[in-house]
């Protein structure tokens, strides 16, 4: 069975080990997910954050995924792995969503850690509708590969109604996984 994780932006577990993660199936996230979970695959669809990564050298020390359609503008950095797709519509995390188009079509069994799948709870007009296309980014690619099996871990809240109702998408705990798996 071949298993990745994706680990998103804002997951912060001290009970998650990242040697545990790596024995079970390789990591991903966004650039900002490196530095305490030392994710195998990083990604980083802005321009400018891109720029500053390639200039550090950062795709010697992981797997470093950047918009194809910067690649001429970042000086065509040796050594980094190039992705295709926009997201015209505005949200946080499209990282996290260009790894789930990246490894659906790899994996068999996709885990995410931190994600919140929940309906949006919030009063400010803006936010709520970040958080939306977020969601309805999300579920565009459950949706696109449903040979896929995607595994939400510890989700504390239910999942958007959308989301139940697709048979590709569970909810389980960390530790039952590890069990399944480890």
């Not at 803006?126 to 696109?144: P, Q, V, W």
Request: aromatic share 10%.
């Amino acid at each position: 069975m071949r298993v990745s994780w994706i680990i998103a932006d804002n997951f912060d577990d001290p009970a998650v080990d990242p040697n545990t993660l790596t024995e079970i199936g390789s990591t991903w996230g966004s650039w900002r997910t490196w530095r305490i979970w030392n994710t195998d695959n990083v990604l980083c669809y802005d321009k400018a954050k891109a720029k500053d990564l390639v200039t550090r050298a950062f795709q010697a020390v992981c797997n470093l995924y950047l918009p194809k359609n910067a690649y001429a503008d970042l000086g065509r950095p040796v050594g980094v792995q190039l992705f295709d797709g926009e997201f015209p519509a505005e949200f946080d995390g499209v990282e996290e969503v260009i790894a789930m188009h990246l490894l659906a079509d790899k994996n068999d069994l996709v885990l995410l850690l931190g994600y919140n799948l929940s309906e949006p709870d919030t009063n400010d007009a803006f936010e709520r509708h970040k958080r939306e296309n977020y969601l309805a980014a999300f579920m565009s690619a459950i949706k696109m590969y449903p040979e896929t099996q995607w595994v939400v871990l510890n989700h504390d809240a239910e999942l958007i109604t959308n989301l139940q109702e697709l048979e590709n998408i569970t909810c389980d705990s960390y530790e039952n996984v590890l069990q399944l798996l480890g």
